[in-house]
């Protein structure tokens, strides 16, 4: 069993990859904290604090199907490093092996990918992220997510990295369930 967080920036398939593998693997569990964060009665007045509790809950489900014996998946953008070693410490405390992959794109190839989808979006996940990124700045908050997650990537030198493409959802796949069977990049 193994935990797996999925990071990348907006709009690079990692919701898309990690529900693919769930659909693949028995009992799998794909955890989607903007998801639960919904779940929550008055996020959208609340979203720091909603986002924080999504988070908990996400790594209180996980230590629970991690015990089990299951698969947990996170796709989630993260651009700080502080919820990964929180994840990090739940697989380490459930004896499950812990995997940390990102999506990558080129970063004026991942802002024309969130644009594209902000344009035909019409889940609220992908709907709220749409008018949340627009509020904070649009494309320039993008920008800087993605310099964030670069960071990110600096300061964990294990994770594993995953080049994805628009359209190119099955090369993607194909290198993500190889990069955690071989423990390189894709």
Request: aromatic residues 4%; hydrophobic residues 50%.
């Amino acid at each position: 069993m193994q935990l797996i967080i999925l990071n990348g920036p907006p709009a690079c398939g990692k919701s898309t990859i990690a529900r693919r593998y769930a659909d693949a693997h028995q009992l799998a569990l794909c955890l989607d904290i903007d998801t639960i964060r919904t779940m929550l009665g008055r996020w959208q007045q609340h979203r720091g604090a909603a986002g924080l509790a999504a988070r908990r809950i996400a790594l209180a489900a996980a230590d629970a199907h991690l015990r089990a014996g299951h698969d947990v998946l996170i796709p989630q953008f993260l651009g700080q490093v502080e919820f990964i070693e929180q994840a990090e410490q739940v697989a380490a405390q459930a004896g499950a092996a812990f995997r940390e992959v990102a999506l990558m794109d080129s970063k004026a190839n991942s802002l024309r990918r969130f644009a594209d989808r902000s344009r035909v979006a019409a889940g609220p996940a992908h709907l709220d992220a749409r008018d949340h990124i627009a509020s904070l700045g649009g494309p320039a908050e993008l920008a800087r997510m993605y310099d964030r997650l670069l960071a990110v990537i600096a300061a964990r030198p294990g994770t594993l990295i995953v080049h994805t493409a628009r359209g190119a959802v099955d090369q993607a796949y194909l290198d993500f369930l190889a990069c955690l069977v071989t423990g390189q990049p894709g």
